[in-house]
């Protein structure tokens, strides 16, 4: 059943006919919601806890953290559970997070399949499968694959990952699929669905999501590069910030010509990732594995011919293509406020 509560945070989004516009966020703001995805955070990692627990996981204050832990009990979407076991002193009462208060619908576009799995609120995957469509058909079925989710689950966000070029919910470019170009997928979706969506480029996504990981804390300059079946893609990121450009065309290195425009040999993307460090000088680069290259020792000892040591980046090789997009939606939805519901705002 969805929860009717409403949940006053004031930096959501507010709805403009059923399509929902984010606003400008000021700082306070953007510090309220930043701790209050932080404390979900520790409730989900530690189960049911007291304000005292959440408070040592976190470097900000008791009165802050009981603040948002009252406002998402009223909302329905953080429940009261029982009281522990005392030690000494007043037995502390415990919080948890309401499961079922939320979902967050995850669609991949990979090749021609969506894969898509349903998370409840503690991020948990409840349904995972599979979906094979005709591009031309893209955006129907798309809707085909959303629809009963929708109907049989409180999805409170619809989040999409795309491999082509994406400014604003809106595709600028995608080279597999002509038709699609200028349709604002975003506005169809929250248009049609009633609830807030992102859209994302897949590679943005995942640079977003290794940022995450405990491994590159210290590492804010990243690249995540892959070379596959959907040509060569290119994830950038810059003193913590992912660059999208003026029309969400930063790292379609794609478009960089050769006569040698193979990226199944070492030559090519050797190029591609020597352009990378000039340009952006990373920390680190990370290769995406592929049916179509796997040769990435190679393809970095030959891109970093000549270049001066301290310029030389780390690199790592990974598996964790869809994972890392996934774990890029999750950041989005923490950054601007996704994780309350909104069906029942004016």
Known sequence: MRNTAKFRLSTGMFKKGKVFMMPAQNALEQIRIKNFSKILEVMRRMGACSLSQITDQLDVGLTPVKKCVEEGVRCGMILSGDTADSTGGRRAQQFLINASYQYFL??????NDFLIRLYDFNRKCVKETRRRFEMARYYESLCEAIS???????????????????KGGRIIDWYYNRSMVGRDIRSDLEGRFGVPAIVQNDMKLTVLG???????????????????HNGIGVGEMVNGHVLEGAAGFAGEVGHTQDARKNIMGIAYPSKIVRNII??????????YRSGRQDHFAEIFQRAVRGIPRAAVPEYAVSDEYHAD???????????YGYFRRRENEK
Request: glycine share 4%; charged share 15%.
């Open 325 to 335: 997009i996934r774990a890029g939606l999750f950041r989005l939805i923490d950054q």
């Open 278 to 287: 000039i340009y952006l000088n990373p920390d680190k680069i990370i290769f």
């Open 148 to 166: 009963p989710l929708m109907e049989r689950y409180a999805v409170g966000t619809i989040c999409l990952s795309i491999p082509c070029v994406i």
């Open 210 to 228: 290794v940022s995450e990981r405990s491994e590159n804390a210290a590492s804010p300059n990243l690249v995540t590069a892959q070379f596959g």
């Open 106 to 111: 995850i669609i991949i576009t990979d090749n």
